[in-house]
């Protein structure tokens, strides 16, 4: 699967040498538990942050790219794709501005021993960090030529790896879209914007 519209490479916009990437999550809020979201939206005006104790994921890539608002805004994010993944204490918030004020969601799912699942995962995120382990990675080769479905352009730089493993994740993102996200034991709580992931 390559995802057409969510995120796009654009050649020589940014370089990015050897970003650890992690996954994000987006505010699910119907029929959220399984089930399959959308591949193809603009972003929103808000990024949202991520947390979890632990990702691990298989049929990792990363490259330069372009996330699109809803009013043509285009920002600058480090595109990355994971194949499988699986999510230990996910955390998602995000805050926004409304009539009536300052509103937060907070969303948690995967603790215990039964953490959040994804696949076929696309996200643009703007940071992160965390403890990142790479399998089999490379470095430097071509975005048109990573070893995942999704690709960028020709001429970016990009890094793939057989698999990723990220401790005490911490991501910052405008967009994420998968095949399939399971939020195992999901809780979704309204909050005055105080509360974040991290």
Not at 46 to 57: C, E, K, N, P, Y
Not at 90 to 106: A, K, W, Y
Not at 172 to 179: E, H, V, Y
């Amino acid at each position: 699967m390559k995802f057409p519209s969510l995120t796009k490479s654009h050649a020589g916009r940014v370089t990015l040498a050897a970003v650890p990437v992690g996954i994000v999550a987006c505010v699910l809020l119907g029929g959220v538990a399984q089930g399959a979201v959308p591949v193809s939206f603009a972003v929103s005006g808000s990024q949202f942050q991520i947390g979890a104790s632990q990702l691990d994921g298989t049929g990792f890539s990363q490259y330069a790219g372009i996330a699109t608002d809803s009013e043509g805004g285009e920002h600058t994010v480090a595109i990355a794709n994971i194949k499988d993944a699986t999510l230990t204490d996910l955390c998602q918030s995000v805050i926004s501005e409304t009539p009536l004020g300052t509103v937060g969601v907070l969303i948690k799912a995967g603790g215990g021993d039964n953490p959040a699942t994804a696949t076929d995962l696309q996200i643009g995120m703007t940071g992160l960090k965390g403890d990142a382990t790479f399998g089999n990675i490379r470095i430097g080769v071509d975005a048109s030529t990573v070893q995942t479905e999704a690709k960028g352009s020709a001429g970016d730089f990009a890094q793939d790896s057989d698999t990723i493993s990220i401790t005490n994740l911490q991501q910052t993102a405008w967009s994420t879209q998968a095949a399939v996200f399971t939020l195992n034991g999901m809780s979704l709580e309204l909050t005055d914007g105080s509360q974040g992931c991290f």
